[in-house]
C-alpha cells in the first residue's frame, strides 16, 4: 500500500533527500539501514525531491537503504497507562515496559483561541518558600529557570515535581547527560511520585532530531490530560539544548543563520511551545517550568533573551539559591492577594530588608564602620538565607509566613520593618 | 475560469507552485488539503512560470501536485459597521466566533466573515439622487455603539459620481445595496454599508496630510510633559523584556483622549490579551461613560499563531483604523510588538533564500518599517473635517540592545521615541521611560521653556548623582547635592506613577499643568540646610507627601491641604532673597 523506494539521493547531516512522490509535507517514513530501523520526517518538498530528517541520524544509512513513507505524521500514543513509563522523543519505551501503540495522537497540535483563555486565578503550592511566598507559580504560567552549567537546576525540577501540588507531572528532558536521566529516574521512583509522572527523555548521546521532539510529544500528552479536567505541570530541561539542536539541524539545511547562528524562526519556535501553557474554562490545565541555561551567564544571548519575552517572569537559580532580585513571577499579583492578608506585605518587607543587608555586605567588605542597625542586618540575613533561601527548605507557605514573622521579630521592632501597624497587630509574635 | 495552480514544493508556510494563467504579485491563493481545507496563502514572489506562496497556517499534509486557487483579489480586510468591540486574528476571522464553532483550539483552514451578515444596522442617507459624490464621501450613515458610523462610497472606486438612487432611512443589512451610482461613462455600480480594501495599501481619500500639532493626552505625565505624542504622530517604545511595554500600552489604551483604539497583539503573549479582552468589557470609558470595550478593537495574532498572518496582522491594525480616520475620528493604534512582525519578515525572507542584512533582516526592512509608520498621520477630510491615525509601536530589541537593525529603522521614521529601561524597571520605577534617553519632535501641553528646564535640573542631578558615586557625599557641595535631591524628587513624584492606585494611574491634562507648575516651583526655590541629612529628610518627607497628594482627587479639599502642607514645608526651609 505504502510506496517503497530503494534510491537515497543524497545524505547531509541527519537529512536525506530521496526522489518520491505523493508525500504529504511533515509525513512520516521508515528508513531501514544496516544499522538498524529509525522514523524520519518529511521537511521540505522540491520538485519530486524529498528531504528527510531521519531520527535515529543518518550514520549508517546506505544510498540504497529502505525509504516507506508511512502516511501519517508525528505521533504519540496518549492513555493513563502512560503514568509511570519512560520514553524518548520519538515515543519509543526507554524503561522495559511494552510499547503503547493506542490511541495515537498528533504532536504539535493548533495553538489555543485566545478568547478561551481565561484569567490566571489560582497558584501552584510547591513548598519551596522562594517560589511560594516571593515569585508564586500561577496555573497556566510558563516560567523558565535561567541558570548556568554546574547549578542543581535538575535537583530544583525534581524537588518540585515531587512537591507541586498536581495530578500529573509531564518530565521533558532534553540533551540531558546520562547520569541526570538515572538521577531523575531514581528520585521519582525512590519518593513514590513516578505513578503520576510521564518522561519524556533525550539524553546527549542520542540522536539530535529526538531532542526536537521531546518538547512537542511532551506537550502533546499533556494537552490531552488537561482536556481531560487534569492540573497538568510540564518540565522541560534543557531548552537551550532544544534551541541548540535546532540551529543543528538549520545549519545542515543551509538555512541563512540570523542571530550567533541561531535559525531566524528562534522566537516562534520557542513561542509555540511555551504557549501551550493554559487554562482551560471548566477543564484542566497546563503550567510549565523550563530549564534554560544561559552559556557564559549571559542573559542577551539569544536563548534566554528570546525566552524571557515570551514566558511570564522567570527564575534565576545561582549559586543553588533561587535569586529573589532578578527573579520575577509576573503573574504573583493574581493570587497573591488572595492567599493570606500578609502575604504580599511579607513578602516586600523581607526582600527589603534582605537588599538592605546585601548592601551592608558590601560596606562591610569596604571596611567601613558597622552600626547597631548594620548588626542586625547581618544576622537576618544569614537566617534568612539559611531558613529560607536554602532548596532543601520544604515548608507550606503559610508556615513560610509564620516563619517570616518569626525570624523578623527576633531581631527587629515592629517599627523598624514599616509594616502597617494593622498587620503587626495581628501577626507579631509576643 | 478559476485559475488554477499545481504545488511543486514545500518548505515550511512557503509554497512554489507552477500556473498557467497570469498572476498577481499578493494576490490571496488558496491551497487545497486532500480533505478539502482551503489553506489561505499569498503571493510574494515569481519566477518564470513558478510563484512562490506564504501560507498563513501550518502546511502539515501538503503534498506535490495539489491544487492551488488564485483569486484574482489582494489581501483585503472588510470594513463597515459592526468591527468595534470584535476580536481579530491577523486576517480578520472574528475569534469568539471561531471558538463558538471549534472550540479550545484554533483550527486551520476555517474562516468566518468579519462583519456579522444578519445584523441590521439604522441606515439614514446623507445624500439625494442627482448629488455628485466620489471615493471617501459619505452616503449615509449607520449608529455603532458611541458613533456615527459613516457609509462612504467605497473607496477603491475612481472618479466622480453621480448618485441615481438611494436607499430611503430604515434598517439594512452589511450586504445590502443602499445606493447605485452612475460614473462618468454611465455605468451603474452599487453601494453596500459594507466595502473591503486591501491592507498592504494605505488609504488615500483626503484632500491633504496635516502636520500633527494638537498633542494627545495619554495621561501618563512622563510622556504628555517631556516626550509628547501629538494627534496624527508616531511613536515608538522600545525596550527589554520586563520594562513594562506591555503594561504602558494598555494603560494607554485605556486612558488616551482619543475616539477609538486599535490594539494589535503581535506576536505577543495571548495572556496579555486576555487581560484586555476581559477587563475592558466591565471598564468605563471616563470620556463617554460606557464601557471601554465600545471604543475598542482587538487585533490578536499571539505568538503561537501562524508567523505570515503575524505579518498581516500590523497592517489589518492600520487599515481599520485608517477607515475609522475617514469618519473624522481620532484613532489610536497600538502595535505590541513591532519586532515580531519584523520577525516574521526575517522568516520569510529566509525561506526565499535572499541575500540577508544585518543579523539576517532583508535588506528591505527599513523601508517596510517606513512605509507602515507612514500610515499614521491627520488629514483633512474632503467634507472639511480632520481624521487621525496616531501609532504607538513597541519593539523588543534582542538583548535590550537600541543598536539592533528594527529599533534603529524604527527610530528613523517616528517623532517620539521612549525608550524604556532595565535599570529602572528593576528599580521599581513606573513608567520606565528613561528620562535622559528618550526625546520627542512634537510639542506637548507644557510650556516648553519649562519642561525643558525641569528636564536639565534632571540631567544635572543625575550627574551629581554619577559623581557621588565616586567622591561619596562628603565630597559633594551642599548645592550640588540639594540638586540631587531635587532631580530624585522631580523623578519620583512627577515621572513616576502608581500604577495600582485608580486616580495616579492616570493624569488628565489639566491636573498636570497645575501639579507641573507647582513643583516647577518647588524645583527653582532657593532652599537651604545646615547639614545633607537634614536635606535628604526634608526632601524624603516632601517626597512622601506629594505622593500622597498624586493619588487624592483633584480639586478636593485633601487635595488642597496636601499643597499647603508641602508648601508650608518648603517655606521654612525657603531662603529669602
Known amino acids: ?430 | 475560469m478559476a485559475n488554477i495552480g499545481k504545488i511543486i514544493g514545500v518548505n515550511s508556510n512557503l509554497l512554489r507552485v507552477r500556473f498557467e494563467q497570469p498572476v498577481v504579485q499578493n494576490e490571496v491563493a488558496y491551497a487545497l488539503l486532500e480533505s478539502g481545507t482551503r489553506l489561505k496563502s499569498e503571493v510574494i514572489r515569481v519566477r518564470g512560470s513558478v510563484a512562490e506562496l506564504q501560507v498563513f497556517e501550518d502546511t502539515t499534509g501538503l503534498k506535490e501536485g495539489n491544487s492551488v486557487e488564485f483569486t484574482g483579489e489582494l489581501l483585503s480586510v472588510e470594513l463597515g459597521p459592526g468591527l468595534l468591540t470584535q476580536v481579530f486574528d491577523g486576517l480578520q476571522n472574528p475569534l469568539p466566533q471561531l471558538a463558538e464553532q471549534c472550540g479550545f483550539f484554533l483550527q486551520r483552514g476555517k474562516y468566518l466573515d468579519a462583519l456579522p451578515r444578519d445584523k441590521k444596522w439604522a441606515f439614514t442617507p446623507k445624500v439625494k439622487v442627482g448629488d455628485k459624490v466620489s471615493a471617501g464621501e459619505a452616503l449615509g450613515s449607520v449608529p455603532e455603539g458611541i458613533f456615527e458610523h459613516l457609509i462612504m462610497v467605497p473607496f477603491r472606486w475612481h472618479g466622480t459620481f453621480t448618485v441615481e438612487s438611494i436607499s430611503s432611512a430604515g434598517d439594512y443589512k452589511v450586504t445590502d445595496t443602499i445606493a447605485k451610482l452612475k460614473d462618468q461613462n454611465g455605468k451603474v455600480l452599487e453601494a453596500k454599508l459594507m466595502q473591503s480594501w486591501p491592507v498592504k495599501l494605505p488609504i488615500k481619500c483626503y484632500t491633504e496630510r496635516l502636520r500633527p500639532v494638537e498633542p494627545l493626552i495619554t495621561k501618563q505625565r512622563i510622556i504628555d510633559t517631556f516626550f509628547p505624542v501629538n494627534r496624527g504622530g508616531v511613536y515608538c517604545i522600545p525596550g527589554p523584556f520586563g520594562a513594562g511595554k506591555t503594561v504602558l500600552q494598555q494603560l494607554t489604551a485605556r486612558h488616551a483622549e482619543v475616539d477609538i483604539v486599535i490594539i494589535t497583539a503581535c506576536g505577543e503573549r495571548a495572556g496579555e490579551v486576555v487581560e484586555t479582552l476581559k477587563e475592558f468589557p466591565e471598564q468605563t470609558d471616563p470620556r463617554t461613560g460606557k464601557s471601554l470595550m465600545e471604543r475598542t478593537l482587538i487585533i490578536c495574532n499571539t505568538s503561537s499563531m501562524p508567523v505570515a498572518a503575524r505579518e498581516a496582522s500590523v497592517y489589518t491594525g492600520v487599515t481599520l483604523a485608517e477607515y475609522y480616520r475617514q469618519m473624522g475620528l481620532s484613532v489610536l493604534l497600538l502595535a505590541d510588538s513591532t519586532s515580531r512582525w519584523a520577525q516574521a519578515l526575517r522568516e520569510m525572507s529566509g525561506r526565499l533564500e535572499e541575500i540577508p542584512g544585518e543579523e539576517a533582516f532583508p535588506a528591505y526592512l527599513e523601508s517596510v518599517i517606513a512605509s507602515f509608520y507612514e500610515r499614521g498621520g491627520i488629514v483633512r477630510l474632503k467634507n472639511g473635517k480632520t481624521g487621525s491615525v496616531t501609532i504607538g509601536g513597541t519593539v523588543s530589541p534582542a538583548g535590550g540592545n537600541f543598536e539592533e537593525p528594527v529599533t534603529q529603522a524604527t527610530l528613523k521614521v517616528v517623532g517620539a521615541f521612549h525608550g524604556l529601561s532595565r535599570e529602572r524597571s528593576d528599580q521599581r520605577r513606573f513608567p520606565a521611560i528613561h528620562p535622559l534617553d528618550s526625546w520627542s519632535k512634537y510639542h506637548g501641553i507644557i510650556d516648553r521653556a519649562k519642561s525643558v528646564e525641569a528636564h536639565n535640573i534632571l540631567h544635572k542631578g543625575n550627574d551629581v548623582g554619577q559623581m557621588m558615586k565616586v567622591v561619596g557625599e562628603e565630597g559633594t557641595s551642599m548645592d550640588d547635592f540639594v540638586l540631587y535631591l531635587k532631580g530624585e524628587f522631580l523623578d519620583s513624584v512627577y515621572l513616576q506613577q502608581d500604577a495600582y492606585n485608580h486616580i495616579d494611574e492616570a493624569c488628565p491634562g489639566d491636573r498636570q499643568a497645575h501639579v507641573f507648575e507647582k513643583v516647577y516651583q518647588i524645583l527653582k526655590t532657593k532652599v537651604t540646610f545646615k547639614e545633607k541629612d537634614a536635606a535628604r529628610s526634608f526632601f524624603l518627607k516632601l517626597t512622601q507627601t506629594a505622593k500622597d497628594w498624586n493619588r487624592v482627587e483633584f480639586k478636593s479639599k485633601e487635595f488642597a491641604d496636601l499643597e499647603a502642607t508641602i508648601f508650608k514645608a518648603l517655606a521654612e526651609v525657603t531662603v529669602n532673597a
Open chain 1, 1 to 430: 500500500m505504502h510506496k517503497v523506494y530503494h534510491k537515497i539521493e543524497r545524505i547531509a547531516g541527519n537529512v536525506i533527500t530521496v526522489a518520491a512522490d505523493g508525500v504529504t509535507y511533515h509525513e512520516l517514513a521508515q528508513v531501514q539501514s544496516p544499522q538498524g530501523t529509525s522514523l524520519a520526517q518529511v521537511i521540505r518538498i522540491d520538485s519530486g525531491m524529498i528531504d528527510l530528517q531521519v531520527f535515529a541520524g543518518s550514520r549508517g544509512v546506505s544510498t540504497d537503504s529502505q525509504v516507506r513513507f508511512l502516511g501519517r505524521s508525528m505521533q504519540v500514543p496518549f492513555s493513563e497507562s502512560l503514568l509511570g513509563r519512560v520514553f524518548s522523543g520519538a515515543g519509543e519505551p526507554r524503561d522495559n515496559g511494552p510499547a503503547i501503540s493506542e490511541n495515537m495522537i498528533d504532536i504539535g497540535g493548533p495553538s489555543v483561541n485566545p478568547s478561551k483563555r481565561i484569567i490566571p486565578k489560582s497558584m501552584v503550592r510547591t513548598g519551596i518558600p522562594m517560589i511560594d511566598v516571593f515569585n508564586t507559580l500561577v496555573v497556566s504560567q510558563k516560567l523558565p529557570i535561567f541558570s548556568i552549567a554546574g547549578e542543581p537546576y535538575n535537583e530544583l525540577l525534581a524537588r518540585i515535581a515531587l512537591q507541586a501540588e498536581v495530578d500529573i507531572i509531564i518530565l521533558g528532558g532534553m540533551g540531558l547527560k546520562y547520569d541526570d536521566y538515572l538521577f531523575f529516574r531514581d528520585f521519582l521512583e525512590e519518593r513514590g511520585a513516578l505513578s503520576r509522572t510521564v518522561s519524556f527523555m533525550h539524553t546527549a548521546s542520542d540522536p539530535i532530531v529526538e531532542c526536537l521532539l521531546v518538547p512537542d510529544a511532551a506537550l502533546a500528552v499533556a494537552e490531552q490530560f488537561a482536556t481531560q479536567g487534569k492540573k497538568v505541570l510540564v518540565l522541560l530541561t534543557d531548552m537551550t539544548n532544544f534551541a541548540d539542536a535546532m540551529k543543528e539541524i538549520a545549519i545542515t539545511m543551509e538555512q541563512v543563520p540570523s542571530n550567533r547562528g541561531y535559525p531566524g524562526d528562534l522566537y516562534s519556535q520557542l513561542a509555540s511551545r511555551y504557549e501551550k501553557a493554559v487554562d482551560f474554562e471548566g477543564s484542566g490545565s497546563i503550567t510549565i517550568l523550563a530549564v534554560t541555561t544561559m552559556p557564559g551567564d549571559d542573559v542577551t544571548h539569544p536563548v534566554p533573551d528570546n525566552t524571557g519575552y515570551i514566558t511570564e517572569g522567570q527564575f534565576y537559580l545561582r549559586k543553588g539559591r533561587i535569586e529573589p532580585f532578578g527573579s520575577l513571577s509576573r503573574l504573583k499579583q493574581q493570587v497573591n492577594g488572595d492567599t493570606r492578608e500578609d502575604h504580599r506585605t511579607m513578602m516586600n518587607t523581607m526582600i527589603q530588608l534582605y537588599a538592605s543587608y546585601k548592601e551592608t555586605l558590601e560596606k562591610q567588605s569596604m571596611g567601613f564602620r558597622m552600626g547597631n542597625w548594620d548588626a542586625k542586618l547581618l544576622k537576618y540575613g544569614v537566617r534568612f538565607e539559611k531558613e529560607m533561601m536554602d532548596l532543601s527548605v520544604n515548608i507550606p507557605l503559610e508556615k513560610a509566613l509564620d516563619l517570616g514573622w518569626k525570624i523578623l521579630a527576633e531581631y527587629f521592632k515592629p517599627e523598624e520593618t514599616g509594616i502597617p501597624s494593622k498587620l503587626i497587630a495581628k501577626f507579631w509574635p509576643e
